[in-house]
């Protein structure tokens, strides 16, 4: 119908999308028609899921709107590409269109073509419904023009495959449709003809998916399926009912808590369907037939004989039609006056029943719901939808559903509660919850610590209650800290959520100085988040050389032996020291040890250390002498 250019504007200076009707339907009123509407419904719809419209217009025969530029794949590409998608992941895109359905459908707007074409995923993930090209807004019903449907027959409800009334609840059954597509890869329903294909979606009950594709969960399963229900009223009756359920299945996938639809279907009068099975066609042909005999064969009479209250009520005006004017009168009786239809949309009930009334229409409410947005007593909608100079027959009922206005609701006390049950008891209060996660050391995980309304508040239908659910006392992984130094343990030791207590140090020669060679907390064990850890840091001492000197002649001083010796010739005495083993121990490593004169003056040694140590002077293996040395700095000792 339409071709779609990249194109940039200058003014705004950004990327746009440019639609254009195709030169061949610029002459054909019906499509101008249809792609003005598209223009009408989507500029009319602000929604972070649905295409943003900037510009609509036209130059000549030349017919364009201007849209939002989107990047990323349709939701069709992305099926082809890669078969079956994860369940959740087909889910938050479900929650994202029915989202965008609920807005349309407040704003009295069909998509009517709700199909993975029409989706485009962007880069980010985030769906966008486009392509209104053939949405109508509910005001015009029926989907039936001389025949004719449109749409895309693999994605087509019951309804519009017949040519029927539809509504809001159509769109739903296709967005069940792509969800059948996207979870197992396939359409619930393929033929070689499209007539065929609309046929299996009158006549046939889809394959569950859950038979194609054994992992999606049951409530999924289950969505879809009440999703694609034949009968309308079987179906999600509008999109808040699906999302509450889509958004359930998240927190429950395998829970019981899609409830079925209640049929109301008495079979009242339906626009006649386009699309007919061959039974129904031949056993249409036979009835013609049958009726076309009798009125040959017996006219009046049969009429009469199979209408008889009815034909002494046609007589009695026929009677009265007589006296009152002739045949014109008959015919004026006879036949019910066109009217035309009022909009009773916006207004309240009681003037809106008074208008039907004076336009010799009957009012009728179908259902008063509450409803955020419209006034109490105020018409929602009205069936037949309401449509400029449409003309109906006198004595026509026109059904209205009433707003009660916006649902006064009490908070409920969830704090204590599992979170499953703290859901279950806000949404059966008609709220919504949001759920956040936060350690606690003295909430079980799983219940709920706290929620943000207070409890027996009084707040409107479809509020938010955020609630905090416990994830229980909070752990941690200890680090592997051996062979860190001390300033890259604390970072891991920070960054794990541990507690640094004390700092050992110790000694070992065979690794390097610095590094961490214990931790109190074993390398890969999981603790409670905040535990106190220690650590022991290699610290190698530095070795001091130390220089010792000895006096011995003064440390012996009078104990000194000496030997004379008697020189023959000259007769002079000449006395000699006597020799002695010295030896110098520090901390019992020797460092001196010789044979020398006890008279000897000085006696040199050295010791390499770390701290004070013990310096012991031994005379013939007998302790002379002990005293200390501090080798923490660089100092010589002098022992005299």
């Known amino acids: 119908m339409a071709m779609v250019y990249k194109a940039k504007c200058h003014v705004l200076n950004r990327y746009v999308a440019v639609k254009i009707l195709r030169d061949e339907f610029t002459t054909d009123e019906g499509f101008i028609r249809r792609f003005n509407t598209e223009a009408q419904a989507v500029a009319s719809l602000t929604h972070p899921n649905i295409v943003s419209v900037y510009d609509v217009g036209h130059e000549g025969n030349l017919y364009y709107i201007v849209m939002e530029l989107i990047k990323g794949r349709t939701l069709k590409e992305i099926i082809v590409a890669e078969g079956a998608l994860g369940w959740k992941w087909c889910v938050n895109v479900a929650i994202q269109i029915a989202s965008a359905l609920e807005t349309a459908h407040k704003n009295n707007i069909i998509h009517r073509d709700i199909k993975p074409h029409n ?138 808590f899609v409830k079925n639809g209640i049929s109301t279907n008495d079979f009242a009068t339906q626009v006649i369907s386009t699309v007919y099975t061959k039974n129904n066609a031949e056993d249409t042909k036979k009835e013609s037939e049958n009726k076309t005999d009798n009125k040959k064969k017996s006219g009046f009479t049969v009429f009469v004989k199979n209408h008889k209250v009815l034909v002494g009520i046609i007589s009695l005006i026929i009677l009265f039609a007589l006296a009152f004017g002739g045949t014109s009168a008959i015919i004026e009786l006879t036949t019910p006056k066109d009217v035309v239809m009022p909009n009773l949309v916006g207004m309240d009930k009681e003037e809106a029943k008074k208008q039907t009334e004076n336009s010799k229409l009957v009012f009728e409410v179908s259902e008063e719901v509450y409803d955020t947005t419209i006034e109490a007593g105020k018409i929602i909608s009205q069936v037949p939808a309401f449509q400029n100079n449409y003309k109906i027959k006198e004595k026509s009922t026109i059904t209205v559903v009433v707003s009660l206005g916006q649902k006064i609701v009490t908070v409920p006390k969830v704090s204590g509660m599992t979170e499953k049950e703290a859901t279950e008891s806000l949404e059966k209060n008609d709220l919504k919850v949001n759920v956040e996660e936060e350690p606690s050391k003295k909430i079980e995980a799983g219940y709920v610590i706290s929620q943000d309304v207070t409890p027996d508040t009084e707040v409107g239908a479809g509020s938010t209650v955020t609630i905090k659910v416990s994830t229980g006392v909070e752990k941690s992984v200890v680090p592997n800290l051996a062979g860190k130094n001390e300033e890259e343990a604390k970072k891991e030791i920070s960054d794990a959520g541990l507690t640094l207590t ?129 080798l923490n700095k660089e100092t010589t000792l002098t022992i005299e």
């Open 119 to 256: 989706i485009i995923i962007t880069e980010d993930g985030m769906a966008k419904v486009t392509d209104f090209g053939i949405a109508k807004a509910v005001s015009n019903s029926t989907i039936t023009a001389f025949g004719t449907t449109m749409g895309s027959v693999h994605y087509f409800s019951p309804e519009h495959a017949r040519g029927g009334i539809t509504d809001a609840k159509s769109d739903l059954y296709s967005l069940g449709v792509v969800m059948y597509e996207m979870l197992t890869g396939k359409v619930p329903f393929d033929a070689d003809t499209p007539v065929s294909v609309a046929l299996k979606h009158i006549q046939e009950k889809p394959v569950e998916p859950k038979i194609v594709n054994p992992s999606i969960p049951k409530a999924v399963n289950d969505i879809v399926m009440k999703a694609m229900q034949k009968e309308p009223s079987l179906r999600y009756q509008n999109a808040g009912e699906m999302l509450r359920d889509l958004s359930m299945s998240l927190k429950d996938p395998d829970g019981d």
């Open 502 to 630: 004390t700092v050992l140090t110790s000694e070992d020669t065979t690794k390097d100085d610095g590094i961490v060679i214990k931790q109190s907390l074993q390398a890969g064990e999981t603790v409670e988040k905040g535990s106190n850890i220690t650590i022991t840091v290699n610290k190698i001492e530095k070795l001091i050389n130390g220089p010792i000197n000895l006096n011995l002649k003064s440390l012996l001083g009078s104990a000194i032996e000496y030997t004379e010796t008697k020189n023959p010739l000259t007769g002079e005495t000449t006395k000699t020291a006597k020799k002695s083993k010295i030896k110098i121990v520090a901390n019992n490593d020797t460092v001196y040890s010789q044979t020398i004169a006890q008279d000897s003056t000085s006696i040199n040694a050295s010791v390499t250390g770390k701290g004070t140590i013990t310096v012991k002077v031994y005379v013939d293996d007998v302790v002379k002498k002990t005293t200390t040395m501090n």
